[in-house]
């Protein structure tokens, strides 16, 4: 009973502070295997614990782990366990022998993957392959990641004559305090790439879906019970776009959007304080190093992405 509190306690640590659930999860399984109590900071056993995941983990993978542990257990001499002299010792160990690099050496051109898009004709799809076209226009629009498509608040959704608005209703990756983030779309010319008239046309094509189980979220599944989608389905969604326009998914991932839409926008003059602010990003070093890649260079964001060169509307 004691330990399912504990258990209890930590889990509601992990969802005030964000740090990934997966991890704990991870720490408690290696921690029974080995006989050691989960809740224990013994600094021997923590050390073991982050320098074993380095073998078959990324430095940034371990770093997620580092922070849940600080999170969840108590102090050792004053330090949270994680910023302890002898864990950093260890963690510039690990980066000095695994440095972060990026996971992609360029990015995919954005403007085939709308030419793609634009052959599709909000009414004539699918109730899977709309999601999958707005999945992807807001994706690009945004810089969302997927989990942020995921927590889009059907219920906020305004439309306007030239805009429409709408609200998370779960804080970002990367957001530590603050009230719940809204954003605001603006309506293009080419319907067929318009991101306000796809979504529009979603939720018409979804209204009939809808129920007690479902009202709060704006992506659903496509089948069954129609229950709100994860990230990992909205990923799937845009992975299949990619695919169907011909870009490597073995090398791509749905998470690609947030680089190539960024590096679309920088290479046509928006600033990089701009890019930053709608990607949410961290730091601009974090930006530079794992998402910006230049593209050929031949005022608002969204315009300036879903504006194909060369495509007339």
Known sequence: MQSRLVYGVVFAVLDGCQPDGSAWRIWADWCVGRGSDPMCNDLIVVTAFLAEQSRSKSYSTVKVYRSTLSATLEKVEGFPVGQHPKILLLMKGIYNKKPPA???DSVWDVDTVLSHLKTKENAALSLCALASK????????TLFRASDLASVNLKSIIFAEKRVSFALNRPRKAQKAGSLQSFSLEKLDDELLDPVACLRAYILKTEVFRGPHNEGSLFISSVGQHNPVE???????????LREAGMDINMFSAHSTRGAAASKAIAAGISVDTVLRAGHWASASTFRKFYHREVPTDPSLVGIVLQPEGISS
């Open 102 to 104: 990026a996971k992609y």
């Open 134 to 141: 707005l999945a992807t226009l807001l994706a690009l629009a």
């Open 231 to 241: 990230s990992v389905t909205i990923s799937g969604w845009i992975k299949q776009v």
